[in-house]
């Protein structure tokens, strides 16, 4: 089973950047496809990008452009670039895995926050 740490959150003003990381370990990093979701006060949680082997990333319509999903095997990483942000991008931020065999995402890390401010 892989354990996920998140890290990268923080204040950012509209229009700035962060870049989001979310280590791995305990497990063959390769052999799952990775994901980032996000839930903002009152709402649920949703789908912001997610990456499986051999396939294009999929992204969030409304981040589309502006955030991108990315990997590094050697370092157990997936990062998330977050670019132009906007106040409506301000939510915790959680790191997903599953393995290639399974449909759902099981395995969660505990969040960061990110708050943009207008």
């Known amino acids: 089973q892989v354990q996920l740490v998140e890290s990268g959150g923080g204040l950012v003003q509209a229009g700035g950047s962060l870049r989001l990381s979310c280590a791995a370990s305990g497990s063959t990093f390769s052999s799952y496809a990775m994901g980032w979701f996000r839930q903002a006060p009152g709402k649920q949680r949703e789908m912001v990008a997610t990456?499986?082997?051999?396939?294009?990333?999929h992204y969030a319509d409304s981040v589309k452009g502006r955030f991108t999903i990315s990997r590094d095997n050697t370092k157990n990483t997936v990062y998330l670039q977050m670019n132009s942000l906007k106040p409506e991008d301000t939510a915790v931020y959680y790191c997903?895995?599953?393995?290639?065999?399974?449909?759902?995402?099981?395995?969660w890390g505990q969040g960061t926050q990110v708050t943009v401010s207008s």
């Open positions: 997903a895995a599953r393995l290639f065999s399974v449909a759902e995402f099981r395995t």
């Open positions: 990456e499986t082997r051999g396939y294009t990333p």
